[in-house]
């Protein structure tokens, strides 16, 4: 097979790699995080702005929100409002598998209840009995 048969990765259809991605510029900008689940956002992106559109969390001037690259426009207020909506219906439902099974919580569950993971102790109270198992050393 002779060299000028192998394609050369760095030219393709009369343009450089180069010259196609400056063609496809990508437009960057902050939407605030107030009321968005990174989980939706990043879900549902590009059914909102188009396929090769992102969403990653992004901190802007000390506000928590999400970074949105995208060669199309920005999101509209309507599609902001519809990501929340969607963000609500998908923190019920996390919520909801969260709550012990014992049939007594509300229907509409608060989705900021504090869950329990580890049940703690109090450190003084290791020590002294910790203490108390240690033999003392002898001293002659």
Known sequence: MST???PNNDYHGGQSRLSR???TTKNEYFVPGYG???QVIVEHIQLFLGPGSSARPYSYLGREGFLILTSGKPLTKSQIEDLRQLSVEYEQKIAKRM???NGN???DAFL???IQVQQGQRRSRN???RNESVPSPVHP
């Open 21 to 23: 991605a400056s063609s």
């Open 112 to 114: 900021n209840r504090p």
């Open 36 to 38: 968005i689940s990174r």
């Open 127 to 129: 020590l002294h009995s």
């Open 105 to 107: 919580e509300p229907e």
């Open 99 to 101: 709550i012990p099974m």
């Open 4 to 6: 000028s048969s192998i």
